[in-house]
């Protein structure tokens, strides 16, 4: 478990919180934080891909930043330049992972899980994605590569029930492969450092399913 530094495509480095298994790799997962940062929380997560077998690399698009309320946050995501973290520092991560060889795949939370998805678009690195409560805004899933994973929260208030409706209605009428789960909670309800809104038992099964996705696409032998 490191910080690291890993080289863009645009030749400049950024840098990350990378997780290693204990034994032989059972593929990669690039971890994309929500809009506070790269916090203890996001390492947390990668050490837990690590415990189920996976290199797990969290990229720091805020370069060092975390935001320590609402306001900061929502300032510090408004400000980002999506595209650019996509082609840069998600894309960096994905090729970094590779490099060790295995199949990759993203999982993102939030600000995060619209990242997820506008990279399973973007990117012909990845293998598979898996979201926690985030869309892009006017985001089209015709334009998904990869098969993916949907948590998404019956109470949220960003993600609402009617756009997760019209991301499953896009999701089916394009023919993609794609399992989606709405669950009894509230937005965020995975971090567990927000009591506020944590949600336990959801967390647990959302955690159950994304591991059994991951490794039914990452150790897949089919292309």
């Known amino acids: 478990m490191a910080e690291i530094e890993f080289k863009r495509p645009d030749s400049s480095t950024a840098r990350g919180y990378l997780a290693e ?4 790799p059972r593929g990669n997962v690039i971890v994309i934080h929500e809009w506070w940062g790269l916090t203890d929380q996001i390492r947390g997560v990668c050490n837990r891909l690590a415990k189920e077998g996976f290199r797990a690399l969290a990229p720091d698009l805020y370069e060092g930043e975390v935001a320590k309320n609402a306001e900061e946050a929502n300032a510090k995501m408004t400000s980002l330049d999506f595209v650019r973290a996509v082609n840069q ?5 994905a090729q970094h992972l590779s490099e060790a060889g295995g ?3 993203i999982l993102g939370f939030c600000m995060g899980g619209a990242l997820t998805l506008g990279s ?3 990117l012909t690195e990845l293998d598979a994605a898996v979201c926690y409560y985030g869309i892009p805004p006017g985001f089209e899933p015709s334009g998904i590569r990869v098969p993916v994973l949907l948590h998404f929260a019956k109470k949220d208030d960003w993600c609402t029930p009617a756009l997760v409706d019209q991301l499953e209605a896009g999701l089916k009428s394009s023919g993609k492969a794609f399992e989606l789960h709405r669950y009894e909670a509230q937005h965020a309800f995975a971090n567990e450092n927000r009591p506020e809104v944590h949600d336990p038992a959801s967390t647990d099964l959302a955690w159950r399913r994304s ?7 990452l150790l897949s032998t089919s292309s």
Not at 89 to 93: E, L, P
Not at 211 to 217: D, G, H, N
Request: zero cysteines; aromatic letters at 4%.
């Open 103 to 105: 199949k990759v795949a």
């Open 120 to 122: 399973s678009a973007m």
């Open 21 to 24: 298994p204990a034994g032989a």
């Open 211 to 217: 591991v059994e996705f991951l490794r039914a696409q």
């Open 89 to 93: 520092h998600i894309r960096g991560a």
